[in-house]
């Protein structure tokens, strides 16, 4: 079945680039979805992508998708304090469009 | 910006005792879901629900979960014999013509 995976841990300093990776295993996904979850707090969508682009560009956020690798990436530019949390990448597969999510990668952003 | 309201946001229970978890998604949404994520691990599909009816559940909901569209408005789990294995965070969410809104969550602790 559709399976997500992503890196547990990235830590960087803050004013640098952040990019973290997702790969997933069925190329017939119809989006593909970047959330961001604080401690404690709810999944905030933050940008998501159609699978029939390769990149989308959200202020300081850059999606890439490489479908021929299946592999999803999120860059996020500047990175500050404030973007410590941990990012989920999930995949909508099937009729009913159920997310599938990977397992979370933390952030750490590093003064 | 329309949101999916859930409560309680902390709910803590006695196994074997019921549960209602309650959700209301954005008003103009027709498709309805549970997640739900243990501590430390990935979020996992619970149920999706349409036109009032389940569409799709995976393996995680048994027949202890039900889920219930009692008004217009409202969206609810009901899990009936909790156990110490169900202690994880809920979380509902809705879609529309632009993706998933997921709630900010009911963290669940079953002692």
């Known amino acids: 079945g559709e399976d997500v995976e992503q890196s547990l841990f990235l830590s960087v300093r803050e004013g640098d680039s952040s990019v973290i990776n997702c790969t997933y295993t069925?190329?017939?996904?119809?989006?593909l979805y970047w959330y961001k979850q604080e401690p404690g707090a709810g999944l905030q969508l933050l940008t998501y992508?159609?699978?029939?682009?390769d990149m989308k560009q959200d202020q300081r956020l850059t999606v890439l998708l490489n479908k021929k690798d299946k592999h999803l990436s999120l860059r996020i530019a500047d990175t500050q304090t404030g973007d410590s949390a941990i990012y989920f990448c999930?995949?909508?597969?099937?009729?009913?469009?159920?997310?599938?999510f990977g397992k979370g990668t933390k952030l750490s952003v590093k003064p | 910006e329309p949101e999916v309201t859930q409560t309680p946001s902390h709910q803590v229970t006695q196994m074997g005792q019921e549960v209602i978890l309650r959700c209301v998604p954005i008003s103009n949404h027709l498709y309805f879901y549970w997640y739900r994520q243990i501590l430390g691990q990935k979020v996992e599909f619970l149920v999706s629900f349409y036109n009032n009816e389940i569409s799709e559940k995976s393996e995680i909901f048994d027949d202890q979960f039900s889920v219930e569209r009692p008004d217009g408005s409202n969206f609810t789990l009901k899990i009936r014999s909790t156990k110490l294995e169900d202690s994880a965070m809920y979380f509902c969410a809705s879609r529309g013509d632009y993706g998933y809104t997921f709630g900010s969550g009911t963290r669940l602790t079953v002692v």
């Open positions: 992508i159609f699978s029939n682009m």
């Open positions: 069925d190329s017939s996904s119809t989006y």
């Open positions: 999930a995949g909508q597969w099937g009729s009913q469009g159920n997310l599938i």
